[in-house]
């Protein structure tokens, strides 16, 4: 099973940008599908999950951010909006089973650097 993360880029701050992440096989209903960002010189953090349609948040990103998915096309997006430079960072998707915790899969990075 391979993550496919696309849909980085450079933004101004208030600016939005539309995240995705393809995924090779059709499995999204048994997976937690998760964004997470690493800020340079800072940890990897969660930013948001979906497990069967149903969404949660980190605080920082609530009212911010939205995180969908999409079955018939194996695709989980994630809706950037009224971005501040403090979210520039490399985002990359994860996908956990929701049964077999140990089964984890994770895409590529995209840098998404938000700045004027």
């Known amino acids: 099973v391979q993550l496919q993360a696309s849909g980085g880029g450079l933004v101004q701050p208030g600016g939005s940008l539309r995240l995705s992440c393809a995924a090779s096989s059709s499995f999204l209903s048994n997976y937690v599908m998760g964004w997470y960002r690493q800020a340079p010189g800072e940890q990897r953090e969660l930013v948001a999950t979906?497990?069967?349609?149903?969404?949660n948040y980190a605080d920082s990103v609530k009212g911010r951010f939205t995180i969908s998915a999409d079955n018939a096309k194996n695709t989980v997006y994630l809706e950037m909006s009224s971005l501040r430079p403090e979210d520039t960072a490399v985002y990359s998707c994860n996908a956990r089973h929701r049964w077999y915790a140990s089964i984890v899969y994770w895409g590529q990075g995209t840098e998404v650097t938000v700045s004027s």
């Open positions: 979906i497990t069967n349609g149903n969404p």
